[in-house]
């Protein structure tokens, strides 16, 4: 099983970017996908998921600006980010939880992506 993400930019304030996690294996339509964020020293925090059936979650920071789609044919997961602000600049992770449900805690996903950069200023 591999996650594989890319799309991570430099961006000015207000622009936008589109991640893309590539999964290979059977992981992709069995599991929740997720995206999660980290900054040096700190803990991965839950940006944006969706689950088996489709549905979706947001952190309350991204709401209205980040949307998370899953791709099926493509085994691919996205997260439209726009309006970005600096305090999105992390390093992002896909993520894939073996269950219908999106936990919201890192430690509860299988499956992890090596991270993309994205940095705004």
């Known amino acids: 099983v591999q996650l594989v993400e890319s799309g991570g930019d430099s961006v000015q304030v207000g622009g936008s970017l589109r991640l893309s996690c590539a999964a290979s294996?059977?992981?992709?339509?069995?599991?929740?996908m997720a995206w999660f964020r980290q900054l040096p020293g700190k803990e991965r925090e839950g940006v944006a998921a969706v689950g088996r059936d489709g549905g979706t979650s947001y952190a309350g920071s991204v709401k209205g600006r980040f949307t998370v789609s899953r791709d099926r044919a493509k085994k691919s997961l996205y997260l439209q980010m726009n309006s970005l602000k600096p305090e999105d600049t992390a390093s992002y992770y896909c993520a894939a939880h073996a269950g219908c449900m999106c936990p919201g805690l890192a430690n509860k996903y299988n499956y992890w992506g090596q991270g993309t950069q994205v940095t705004v200023s």
């Open positions: 294996g059977y992981i992709f339509n069995s599991h929740c």
